[in-house]
């Protein structure tokens, strides 16, 4: 990380983020610093908090106690559909998209959102017509053109993903949050997929939830270790996997593993 990075206001950031489900804490006085045009994964073991953290940025939970901040001002009050017109728009661990409708449909669907039309589904199909072009050009943008008029239950799980990329862009964010971008995937689709979050975050900042050490190793400028709720480690890579800590936090676990690179991989 360069000087000139520490020196910038993050473009995301929490304060003390906590979260207590009856007097369980699941996520304890978390300090996220997420600089602007990096990735940042979010990473941990099983239970370590990733997914809650997720939930309190993009407001789907409440805090118990701390601040959110994007670009300097506090969101922490904010509901989910508030921050998405920010620019910060989440994909999910399960793919979210709709499965007996073409591709084509399920982005012109997320082009509606802005237009505020998303639910005028009386509408004739014709009065869409002029989004496909954009619709088109965002499906080319993820690898998915000749896929434009398949039923997405008829798609290979890697390509839902990357329609669900597509319709994410399709709100066009300036901050994308990933949740498990390459889970159940094999390794070719895996290989896609890290090429295509390069692509579509040139431009952008994105902060990922990731399970598979070798896909952060290739893709992250940042990382920063959950475990047990709190933050364990950040730093680049290097450091953060031979940090004795981040070691301890997953050993024994069935989620260690060898990513085939020399490199100590996991599924968090």
């Given amino acids: ?22 007097g369980f804490t699941a996520v304890d006085d978390v300090n996220l610093q997420v600089q602007e045009g990096h990735i940042h994964a979010l990473i941990g073991p099983n239970g370590a908090g990733k997914t809650t953290v997720f939930n309190l940025l993009t407001k789907f939970l ?19 559909n508030e921050i998405a ?5 989440r994909s999910f661990q399960i793919s979210a998209v709709f499965a007996h409708m073409t591709a084509l449909e399920n982005v012109r669907v997320a082009l509606q959102r802005p237009l505020g039309t998303s639910f005028h589904f009386w509408k004739s199909e ?35 993903r990357a329609l669900e990329v597509a319709t994410t862009l399709a709100l066009d964010p300036t901050m994308m949050l990933l949740d498990e971008p390459t889970q159940g995937m ?21 902060l990922m939830v990731e399970h598979n050490l070798s896909v952060v190793s290739r893709l992250c400028d940042r990382i920063t270790v959950l475990a047990r709720g709190a933050v364990l480690a950040e730093g680049d890579y290097d ?25 100590e991989g996991a599924a968090v």
């Avoid at 118990?64 to 670009?71: F, M, Q």
């Avoid at 450091?239 to 050993?251: D, F, G, I, K, T």
Wanted: hydrophobic share 35%.
């Fill in 85 to 89: 017109r920010l620019g910060l728009v």
């Fill in 62 to 80: 409440s805090p118990t106690r701390g601040e959110i901040l994007y670009r300097g001002k506090s969101i922490t009050s904010m509901k989910s």
């Fill in 239 to 263: 450091n953060v996997s031979r940090n004795p800590l981040v070691r301890e936090a997953y050993m024994g676990s069935d989620a260690a593993e060898e990513d085939g690179t020399g490199k």
């Fill in 186 to 206: 094999g390794a070719e689709d895996v290989d896609r997929i890290v090429a295509l979050i390069k692509r579509v975050s040139k431009g952008r900042t994105v």
């Fill in 126 to 160: 014709s009065s869409l017509d002029h989004l496909n072009d954009r619709a088109m050009a965002l499906l080319e943008e993820v690898g998915l053109g000749e896929y434009a008029d398949t039923l997405t239950v008829e798609m290979p799980y890697g390509r839902k």
């Fill in 1 to 22: 990380m360069c000087a000139d990075d520490v020196q910038k206001a993050p473009v995301l950031e929490t304060r003390g983020l906590t979260k207590e489900f009856r």
